[in-house]
């Protein structure tokens, strides 16, 4: 792999200012100067740039979209640890940090608003942009500064930066997770193990991802590690995952063992616990993992022991040995049990305080954020929420991640093909080789795992799209030739490059411009556009490749495709982010909360204004619409919640009811003195678009081989039909004007007005 572009980028980075210019300036002054002028390079101004738009694109118009389901929750939880009434750690909500944050934003902001609900989440959207900074010297200028340009405009990592749920500050820590390692191989500092692990303990009181975080990242270290001073190790690891499925799915299966004990996720005090502990340990599915775990770890002991690892740990550590950069690091870590000190200690600064809502939650908090967050979420797996399909973050990241995904797949195989030819140096892998090879590994098993997982959710999406920037953006400058420099690599050859870039260029747009009246016809007929315009493109760029040679057509093409895909990826976040943020024609918008609710509120506000002088009007909802009703009704002392409406007539003084319409027959007996508004409440993507792909119950029954055979026939079956037209233009359509095929589902409200109000309702209704 070629490490020599990673030096700083092309552009004099420092110029020592004449001392005429600064005489008769005072020393301090001057030396103030001096290191302004050799501190703003364009490097430097490049990202300062990057961070002003992404202050721009996260903060700008926040509290426009209805707040969804769950922001709903999270913002009047934090509001009400705001107003001092408290707040107990529910792992149903994930980590506590969330709301200790969100609360001070509100006593900063002086007040509980949609927008400032979104405030801490834009922050570190915005913040998230500039960490790449940190790994120039180690991945590359130019590559950190593309990597920064592709979280800036990544349309999910954009959109999500803008939610008020976990993911925002999640992606920042994980990717300090990463610059901390990495920092750390290359500069040995053990204060970097302490950046990943401290921002790691942040991952674990924000959210139970942080146990995927620690796999991916903790086998990796494991791996490399037994790779380089133990194969045979490494091979016995691999038992470990085959033992645990005998002992805790296969064996139980074929003698017929009771079932594990449920979870006490609900109510998982200290005796629940224990009891569930006891339990446990005595099931014979995890005495038999138990026992299969003991012998494992003698078998990998006896290994190590066999192979010396410790003796060449400490002979590395004392400089008798050489190895990789990350072996190196591992083993010449100052005073290890200080540095292990430090981490315990980090840990409970930080978790304590926080699980147990500084000190007023003792010592429930404690359980509900170790054992109960751990048990809820395992519980979870079987729960499947959402019910999407293994492939759903298949059919998603190619929509809104082109770019990332195109070379993020070329940087794998590139690198599965690099690591073969290695395989007999990895012990001199330098600190690059080891990040990218970290990377892939990052890239790799957060698309297994979160496609496995049985809850997938859009804004999950965000944790696989990062590592696939970061990847492809280090691949793909390098492969363009980019860290080497642009004129050198842009200029050096035969005349007329630019005119099959252009003639290039022509094409696509016909396409577009011949697609766009073609692929909306009601029924389209013949060969599509993109067909002929693809054939055109294979012609020029067939010329192109024995008029220039395959590599310099290569990258002239590569640089068309990546600057057109740009364009579509800023309008996809624009998109996605301002247009249809809250209309759910975007498959990454989930059960979204329609407009209607708002606008619905802020007619009852003015209502309650008109005749009550303030937000005094009665109001009754009911469980069907409590989220997000409950948040948006906060500051209505007189509304009232009844688990199914109203049971009798509602007294006179009642001029609100809003039921969902499950319960709109119990309650029509009681209303003749009301009228009736029926809204949309919820509304979301039409998922039989990419559902029948594979159709569910065509895999109910079937055993895990016959279950392969089907999804391939299905895959297979699905890309033959694409040869359509019909299915070419349907898939047109929603790719660049995001018309889905199907209509907007939708869960529906009611909303009664008191007749002698309806015409102040609908004069301030919107």
């Given at each position: 792999m070629d490490r020599s572009t990673i030096r700083p980028i092309s552009i004099p980075a420092t110029r020592k200012a004449s001392s005429t210019r600064l005489r008769g300036v005072s020393g301090s002054l001057s030396r103030a100067m001096a290191w302004l002028h050799d501190a703003l390079t364009v490097e430097v101004l490049l990202y300062a740039l990057f961070v002003v738009a992404a202050t721009a694109t996260r903060f700008w118009d926040l509290g426009s979209r209805a707040l969804h389901h769950d922001e709903s929750l999270h913002a009047y939880f934090s509001w009400i640890y705001?107003?001092?009434?408290?707040?107990?750690?529910?792992?149903?909500?994930?980590?506590?940090?969330?709301?200790?944050?969100?609360?001070?934003?509100?006593?900063?902001?002086?007040?509980?608003?949609?927008?400032a609900a979104r405030v801490v989440p834009a922050l570190f959207g915005t913040v998230t942009v500039a960490l790449p900074y940190l790994l120039r010297r180690q991945l590359g200028s130019v590559s950190m500064l593309v990597a920064s340009f592709g979280l800036l405009i990544s349309p999910q990592i954009?959109?999500?930066?803008?939610?008020?749920?976990?993911?925002?500050?999640?992606?920042?820590?994980?990717?300090?997770?990463?610059?901390?390692?990495?920092?750390?191989?290359?500069?040995?500092?053990?204060?970097?193990?302490?950046?990943?692990?401290?921002?790691?303990?942040?991952?674990?009181?924000?959210?139970?991802?942080?146990?995927?975080?620690?796999?991916i990242f903790g086998t990796f270290i494991g791996g490399a590690l037994f790779l380089a001073h133990s194969k045979k190790s490494l091979a016995w690891l691999t038992l470990l995952p085959i033992g645990a499925l005998l002992g805790m799915v296969i064996l139980p299966k074929v003698l017929g063992w009771a079932s594990l004990p449920a979870i006490p996720f609900e109510d998982p005090s200290w005796e629940k616990s224990v009891g569930y502990a006891r339990t446990m340990l005595r099931s014979p599915q995890v005495l038999s993992t138990l026992g299969f775990s003991a012998m494992w770890a003698l078998g990998l002991g006896m290994l190590v022991w066999r192979d010396r690892v410790l003796r060449q740990g400490r002979e590395i550590g004392s400089g008798l040995r050489g190895a990789n950069a990350f072996s190196e690091a591992f083993f010449r870590t100052p005073r290890v049990?200080?540095?292990?000190?430090?981490?315990?200690?980090?840990?409970?600064?930080?978790?304590?305080?926080?699980?147990?809502?500084?000190?007023?939650?003792?010592?429930?908090?404690?359980?509900?954020?170790?054992?109960?967050?751990l048990f809820y979420w395992i519980a979870q797996q079987e729960v499947q929420r959402g019910e999407q399909p293994w492939y759903y973050y298949a059919t998603l990241e190619p929509v809104y991640e082109?770019?990332?995904?195109?070379?993020?797949?070329?940087?794998?195989?590139?690198?599965?093909?690099?690591?073969?030819?290695?395989?007999?140096?990895?012990?001199?892998?330098?600190?690059?080789?080891?990040?990218?090879a970290l990377m892939m590994w990052w890239t790799v098993m957060s698309f297994v795992i979160y496609s496995w997982a049985g809850e997938k959710?859009?804004?999950?999406?965000?944790?696989?799209?990062?590592?696939?920037?970061?990847?492809?953006?280090?691949?793909?400058?390098?492969?363009?030739?980019?860290?080497?420099?642009?004129?050198?690599?842009?200029?050096?050859?035969?005349?007329?490059?630019?005119?099959?870039?252009?003639?290039?260029?022509?094409?696509?747009?016909?396409?577009?411009?011949?697609?766009?009246?073609?692929?909306?016809?009601?029924?389209?007929?013949?060969?599509?556009?993109?067909?002929?315009?693809?054939?055109?493109?294979?012609?020029?760029?067939?010329?192109?490749?024995?008029?220039?040679?395959p590599r310099a057509a290569g990258r002239s093409f590569a640089l068309l495709g990546l600057g057109m895909l740009t364009v579509y990826t800023v309008g996809s976040a624009f998109r996605l982010s301002y247009i249809n943020s809250d209309v759910p024609v975007e498959q990454a918008i989930y059960v979204q909360t329609t407009p209607r609710v708002p606008n619905v509120v802020a007619a009852m506000e003015a209502l309650s204004e008109e005749t009550t002088g303030g937000k005094d009007a009665k109001i009754i909802y009911d469980s069907k619409v409590s989220w997000p009703f409950v948040w948006y009704l906060r500051d209505f002392d007189n509304a009232n919640f009844r688990d199914q409406g109203p049971d009798a007539v509602p007294t006179a003084d009642v001029q609100f009811v809003l039921i969902g319409v499950e319960n709109q027959e119990k309650v029509k007996p009681f209303m003749g003195n009301y009228t009736a508004y029926r809204y949309p409440m919820r509304w979301w993507f039409p998922e039989a678009m990419y559902r029948q792909i594979v159709p569910k119950e065509q895999l109910e029954g079937r055993g895990p081989l016959e279950a392969v055979v089907v999804n391939a026939k299905n895959i297979v079956s699905r890309l033959i039909a694409f040869s359509k037209p019909e299915n070419q233009a349907m898939l047109w359509r929603y790719v660049m004007y995001r018309r889905p095929d199907g209509t907007l589902e939708s869960t529906d409200m009611v909303v009664y007005v008191r007749n002698d109000l309806v015409g102040l309702y609908n004069s301030g209704r919107y």
């Open positions: 705001y107003e001092g009434r408290g707040y107990t750690h529910d792992p149903m909500m994930h980590g506590p940090l969330l709301f200790h944050m969100t609360a001070l934003a509100y006593k900063l902001l002086g007040g509980a608003t949609d927008a954009w959109y999500y930066g803008r939610f008020a749920r976990n993911e925002a500050w999640c992606v920042a820590f994980t990717l300090l997770i990463f610059i901390g390692i990495v920092r750390w191989m290359d500069s040995r500092n053990p204060a970097w193990i302490h950046v990943a692990w401290v921002n790691w303990v942040l991952l674990f009181v924000s959210k139970e991802i942080s146990f995927i975080v620690l796999f049990w200080l540095q292990i000190l430090i981490m315990v200690v980090s840990f409970l600064l930080i978790s304590v305080p926080l699980y147990t809502s500084l000190f007023t939650n003792w010592p429930g908090g404690l359980f509900s954020g170790s054992l109960g967050a082109p770019i990332a995904v195109l070379f993020g797949s070329a940087a794998i195989a590139y690198g599965l093909y690099w690591l073969a030819r290695r395989r007999g140096h990895l012990r001199s892998l330098d600190v690059f080789e080891i990040s990218y959710m859009p804004w999950l999406s965000v944790h696989i799209a990062l590592p696939l920037i970061m990847i492809a953006s280090v691949w793909g400058t390098r492969a363009l030739g980019f860290e080497e420099g642009w004129r050198r690599n842009w200029t050096a050859r035969r005349p007329g490059g630019w005119a099959f870039v252009g003639l290039a260029s022509v094409i696509v747009l016909w396409i577009v411009y011949r697609m766009a009246s073609w692929s909306l016809q009601e029924q389209p007929t013949g060969q599509s556009p993109l067909v002929y315009g693809t054939a055109a493109l294979v012609l020029v760029a067939a010329a192109a490749a024995y008029w220039l040679g």
